[in-house]
């Protein structure tokens, strides 16, 4: 593998199964690792343990998407290393139920953590790092079941997600030319506690079709994403 100078990603939802998967492929490239945590900073102690042998900074960072008000203040900081990569991985346990069944306030709680928080974070780190420094990567984690037709039963899930495909959409559109590139993945099923909201039958089914990735799949996209960013204004898919 090639290291180059150092440089830091800000990784949101870096404590679960595939955060801190992308967390220990980015920290092995020599990334420092500004850890999003929005329940407990204690969560991030074992991470930095993992990560030790690497020899790089692992900072937490408050990243609530709940607690929106919050996270220009998160970001208001000077990093270890100049922040080259925002990945917003964050996500909500889906409800797994029909169109019709799928409560409203459960479709609020999906947009909040799939678009109105990465909203703002987004432009925060936009105002105080990547602006400043005229280049910034924005890697963002969505769903292959977004796409035509989208997978039933997950209808506040993939809301959510269709909105962040369009923040950041909307965001590469505005700032691409001050040096915004993005990159947005959409993995298959990620073996992670998410997978479990599925019925044992469903998961059984999408086993035997091998669309169950595991989390180190997924990193493995989403670390060479961050070591090869797309020029300035791009806007990439990439799929698992």
């Known amino acids: 593998m090639t290291v180059t100078a150092r440089r ?7 404590t679960g199964g595939l955060g801190r998967e992308i967390c220990y492929q980015l920290a092995a490239y020599g990334w420092d690792i500004l850890a999003g945590w929005h329940r407990s900073e204690d969560s991030t102690h074992s991470l930095s343990s993992e990560l030790a042998s690497f020899n790089v900074q692992v900072c937490p960072l408050k990243l609530d998407m709940f607690n929106v008000d919050a996270l220009a203040i998160a970001v208001d900081f000077d990093p270890p290393s100049p922040i080259e990569a925002l990945i917003i991985n964050a ?9 019709g069944r799928v409560e409203l306030e459960e479709v609020r709680l999906q947009f909040n953590v799939s678009a109105l928080g990465p909203y ?14 005229h280049r910034g990567h924005l890697i963002v984690l969505s769903t292959a079941g977004l796409e035509l ?8 899930y993939i809301v959510g997600k269709a909105a962040l495909e369009a923040v950041v959409s909307c965001a590469t ?12 993945i959409r993995p298959n099923y990620i073996d992670t506690p998410l997978l479990r909201a599925f019925e044992p039958r469903f998961i059984q089914l999408l086993r035997e079709k091998n669309r169950v990735i595991s989390p180190a799949q997924v990193a493995s996209v989403v670390v060479d994403a961050a070591n090869n960013p797309p020029t300035a204004g791009e806007y990439i898919i990439r799929k698992t």
Request: proline letters at 12%; charged letters at 15%.
């Open 8 to 14: 830091s990603a800000i990784i949101t939802g870096a």
């Open 91 to 99: 996500a909500r346990l889906p409800q797994i139920a029909p169109f």
């Open 120 to 133: 703002e974070l987004i432009r925060s780190v936009w105002r105080r790092h990547f602006r400043p420094q």
């Open 149 to 156: 037709p989208p997978t039933p039963g997950m209808a506040g």
């Open 173 to 184: 559109s505005e700032y691409g030319s001050g040096g915004l590139a993005t990159t947005v």
